[in-house]
């Protein structure tokens, strides 16, 4: 593993439920001195709507903001560049970066299938390193594969159970057929007689009931089931001290672990998931968050 300290980081994220912060912060404690910057103009609604949606639409804005990073930064000399995703981000921003740092190592992770965002594919030339959560995208684009992590938080180190309040928790976007598969699983678990909650979150009600009118599976969602409250960490947490297990679901065109995944494997919670690859993962070694990011720059 590389020693970062006294190593400069230009370091552009998508905003994931403060993911972004933790990480900037554990580079910062590993000697690091990092530039942060939101990879998106906005976290609006309307702002990760039209970017999602078509982000030509929001050309002038994006190049606005991004012309002023490079202001920002201009002069700056960096050892490293960490790009999140990059939904936003312009190849006119890589280029120039590259140009006025060409010693500088250009790092690059997914955490989404490409699958679902075919733009991003033209990116991966900039890059020196390249990593994917998806495997099949690691072998198809020939990048590195490197799963998700969880924040300590998470951890239970002595696996305390508490008195639990539910037999399952659902706690996710909502998206896809989130809605669908796990109304049939709350369906089973009445029948069962099992205590369940599940908590589907949308970003904004006004964009949920557009992406309703046009996604044939969000017009099953009884919008009384939704909320339009994001839940902190700590909120999270708490719901996994008060259930025996939690149910995953993954996006049917995803085979990628999710977040949640090793968040629930590191609480000692139960997990239950629909993503069948996870045969494939050897859970006998314990996965560290901060293990993952430095191994990112080594």
Do not use: C
């Not at 998206?175 to 699983?185: A, L, S």
């Not at 960490?233 to 949640?260: C, E, M, S, W």
């Amino acid at each position: 593993m590389i020693d970062l300290h006294g190593k400069k980081i230009l370091f552009l994220s998508v905003s994931f439920f403060n993911y972004e912060k933790a990480i900037t912060k554990r580079l910062s404690e590993l000697g690091a001195d990092v530039d942060f910057y939101d990879e998106r103009p906005s976290n609006s609604n309307f702002s990760k709507g039209i970017i999602r949606f078509n982000k030509r639409f929001y050309h002038l804005k994006i190049k606005e903001y991004y012309n002023r990073i490079l202001d920002e930064i201009r002069g700056k000399k960096y050892d490293f560049f960490l790009l999140i995703k990059g939904e936003a981000t312009p190849a006119f921003f890589l280029d120039k970066i590259k140009v006025s740092n060409p010693k500088m190592e250009m790092i690059y992770y997914n955490f989404d299938p490409l699958k679902e965002y075919p733009e991003l594919i033209s990116h991966l030339a900039y890059f020196d390193k390249k990593f994917t959560f998806e495997y099949n995208d690691s072998v198809k684009y020939n990048l590195n594969f490197r799963p998700l992590f969880y924040l300590d938080e998470y951890e239970n180190p002595d696996n305390q159970i508490q008195p639990s309040q539910y037999d399952l928790v659902f706690i996710g976007s909502a998206h896809t057929d989130r809605y669908v598969v796990g109304e049939k699983v709350r369906t089973v678990a009445d029948g069962l007689n099992l205590r369940s909650y599940f908590y589907y979150y949308a970003m904004g009600r006004i964009a949920f009931r557009l992406k309703k009118m046009i996604d044939k599976n969000l017009k099953q969602f009884d919008i009384s089931k939704v909320s339009f409250n994001k839940l902190n960490h700590q909120q999270i947490i708490d719901f996994y001290k008060k259930t025996k297990a939690v149910l995953d679901i993954n996006k049917p065109f995803q085979n990628g672990l999710t977040i949640r995944t090793f968040e629930v494997l590191a609480s000692g919670r139960k997990l239950i998931t629909t993503n069948s690859d996870i045969r494939n993962y050897p859970f006998i070694i314990r996965i560290i968050f901060w293990s993952s990011i430095e191994r990112t720059f080594g």
